[in-house]
Nanobody, 126 residues
Framework: QLQLVESGGGLVQPGGSLRLSCTAS????????VGWFRQAPGKEREGVAC???????YPLDAEKGRFTISRDNAKNTMYLQMNSLEPEDTATYYC????????????????????WGKGILVTVSS
């Protein structure tokens, strides 16, 4: 089955850290631009961070440097390291992969993707 599966979400206190993972199955991520998106309650989905197959990032400092996207093609997995979490970061986080987008376009305009994960909830609360 061709799919992306997120893991690593949950409840964290303000100021804490989480690392989200997204693993592809049924296909390899090597040639794909991949990215993380989030949707908070009552808000539209927004791009958080995206990275090309060659490692080009957009934006260069996601969430003012608190979030870092990375990928490990050997593990067919992408990651989102989130530090100094704030209650405003509470959202469902989604990973996505697409062959044709460049990172800036994916994060800014991306809606129709080759693959979307089902999403994972991150709650930042004391």
């Amino acid at each position: 089955q061709l799919q992306l599966v997120e893991s690593g979400g949950g409840l964290v206190q303000p100021g804490g850290s989480l690392r989200l993972s997204c693993t592809a199955s049924g296909f390899t991520l090597d040639d794909y631009t991949v990215g993380w998106f989030r949707q908070a309650p009552g808000k539209e989905r927004e791009g958080v961070a995206c990275i090309s197959a060659s490692g080009r990032l957009y934006p260069l400092d996601a969430e003012k440097g608190r979030f870092t996207i990375s990928r490990d093609n050997a593990k067919n997995t992408m990651y989102l390291q989130m530090n100094s979490l704030e209650p405003e970061d509470t959202a469902t986080y989604y990973c996505a992969a697409d062959r044709d987008y460049i990172p800036q376009a994916m994060c800014t305009y991306g809606h129709v993707m080759d693959y979307w994960g089902k999403g994972i909830l991150v709650t930042v609360s004391s």
